[in-house]
């Protein structure tokens, strides 16, 4: 029977009912058979290679996923979807892409014995709903201590950096999310007041220098810029130093209507020129005295002299430039916007928009800041300041790809331990809650399932066991072997009266079962709630699917018209 849609387009594609399944079911395993080498500490990486011939080489599912052409539009969807986890809690792309893709095979066994696809849909809903629950109950309400942080931090960076690197970085990562948390509520606040501020990983500024190796890759309780002064007898270094922070051109400034000025004679001329200078002149001559006025206040023997640093958003003339070196004031031009908030928070005072009411109160302080030249790259180092709000992490590589990958880790470093101290909760790892939720399902939700509908559910309980199954893979280990002895290791625990909330992981060293709680292997609980939602959502909506269409407006256009 020809399908109803040609009736109405001729030109129409469609694909019906087991074929529109198959071909659902073909592009998400596709997709999960690509991302599968990558999950886990033990994981592959990827090489990929652009039209130019760029290289970039990574383990992050995000990157992956986003950088690949897709052209089946199935995988491209949920390719998507994994992105957007990706956004929303900065983890599990490659476990939500790996779930779909085990979903809808466990579901394409039961299809093909005859079971309506509706009826495992309605089992995977019922099986969501009770996973989310099993997932409140099986959190971990844990004492956010450093070392618990550093582990969760590690335990997040393992999977995309070499064990060394990421051993090094989990301690900076969570030294520079506490440093920029906001304080928590006075005790006695009520309402709005009482609930503590969120954390701004824009503070943390991640500044690349391509120099030395990754393992120098270090945090900076300061801030870096990426450019130096634009002087020559500037100082390179100062010691003890106020910061101003402007928002002011400092240059010449054409106007904002279209004008023209005519003179006679070159007095006339010069006088204008002159005119135009001096007003540029004035704002310069006060930051000059306000410099005079805070660094000519006596200081004892032990302390440096007091220095002077001017960062300013917009331009700084060449006059200009040689009037504040030749006064021994440091100035930096053209600073970022997102830098100069950043640099209230990290040296105090308050950015200028203006020079007339400049006074020493508006003024931030830095220990030290100071030049540091690599090649033809100047960078400026603001740090030793008394509270820093505002960190910066340094990324060092030898090439370009290391510092990329490095880059990407740290993104997700960063909201591992974000989403940690929002959650106030942790879930064991290393398949640990998917070997608990799969037991769970195939025992206490499928009595509860009522009629055919418990074939779905456990199809969902088979289906999230490919966390453990892939860990297992990529780890060298023969996969059957590793799920039953974590099974019959958590079945154990659970007779000798666990309650359902034992922990048992697999160990990737060895391959035998452990209990991550002890050896600290963490994951985060919102990104384990996001993923349930996510797969679930995608593989009931493509188990839905009866037909696909190519029928847009484009296939009613005549043949080779674009």
């Known amino acids: 029977m020809s399908s109803a849609i040609e009736l109405i387009n001729p030109k129409a594609e469609s694909v019906r009912r087991g074929q529109a399944l198959q071909v659902n079911t073909t592009g998400a395993m596709g997709l999960a058979n690509v991302v599968k080498g990558n999950l886990g500490p033990r994981g592959t990486l990827k090489m990929l290679v652009d039209g130019a011939g760029q290289i970039k080489m990574t383990k992050d599912g995000k990157v992956l996923l986003s950088e690949m052409q897709i052209q089946n539009p199935t995988a491209a969807m949920i390719a998507r979807t994994a992105v957007a986890q990706d956004d929303q809690v900065g983890d599990g792309t490659t476990s939500v892409v790996l779930l779909v893709g085990e979903l809808l095979k466990q579901a394409d066994r039961y299809i093909s014995e005859g079971v309506h696809p509706t009826v495992i849909a309605e089992g995977f809903d019922l099986a969501k709903k009770d996973a989310l629950e099993f997932l409140e109950t099986y959190k971990r309400p844990t004492d956010l201590d450093r070392e618990t942080l550093v582990s969760v931090a590690y335990t997040s960076l393992s999977t995309k950096l070499h064990q060394k690197l ?23 606040a009520v309402g709005e007041d009482a609930i503590r501020a969120p954390i701004d990983l824009h503070m943390v500024e991640i500044m690349k220098m391509q120099h030395r190796s990754d393992l120098d890759t270090k945090l900076i309780k300061g801030l870096v810029l990426d450019h130096g002064a634009r002087h020559p007898d500037m100082p390179k270094r100062v010691e003890n130093a106020f910061i101003l922070i402007l928002n002011v051109s400092l240059e010449y400034e054409k106007t904002e209507v279209n004008s023209s000025f005519y003179y006679s004679s070159t007095e006339q001329r010069e006088k204008l020129v002159e005119s135009e200078r001096k007003f540029t002149d004035a704002k310069v001559k006060k930051i000059i005295e306000l410099k005079n006025l805070v660094c000519d206040q006596s200081t004892d023997s032990k302390t440096p002299p007091k220095s002077f640093v001017v960062i300013n958003q917009k331009g700084i003339d060449p006059m200009s430039l040689d009037s504040l070196a030749k006064a021994g004031i440091i100035a930096l031009r053209r600073a970022k916007r997102r830098n100069m908030e950043r640099l209230q928070l990290l040296c105090g005072g308050v950015a200028q928009n203006s020079v007339d009411n400049l006074e020493e109160s508006v003024l931030g302080w830095a220990g030290l800041v100071y030049e540091h030249v690599l090649g033809e790259e100047k960078y400026t180092f603001v740090e030793n300041v008394k509270e820093p709000k505002s960190v910066t992490l340094l990324v060092k590589g030898p090439n370009a790809h290391t510092i990329g990958q490095i880059n990407d880790a740290l993104r997700d470093g960063l909201r591992s331990i974000k989403n940690t101290l929002e959650d106030n909760c942790l879930v064991p790892g290393a398949g640990a809650f998917e070997i608990a939720l799969s037991h769970h399902l195939s025992t206490k939700t499928k009595k509860v399932a009522k009629g055919r509908t418990k074939l779905g559910v456990q199809a969902f309980a088979d289906g999230v066991l490919v966390i453990p199954k892939t860990l297992a893979t990529n780890g060298g280990f023969d996969v059957q072997d590793a799920i039953v002895a974590l099974q019959e290791e958590y079945e154990a625990s659970e ?49 839905s699917t009866d037909e696909i269409l190519r029928a847009g407006r484009s296939s009613l256009k005549p043949d080779g018209q674009q």
């Open 495 to 543: 007779e000798g009266g666990g309650g359902g909330n034992t922990a048992v992981g697999l160990n990737l060293q060895s391959g035998s079962p452990m209990d991550p709680t002890l050896e600290g292997v963490w994951d985060q609980y919102r990104v384990k709630r996001q993923m349930l939602h996510s797969c679930s959502v995608i593989a009931v909506n493509l188990l």
């Open 166 to 188: 990421a051993k090094k970085l989990a301690p900076d990562i969570v030294d520079s999310v506490l440093t920029i948390r906001p304080p928590p509520p006075p005790a006695d």
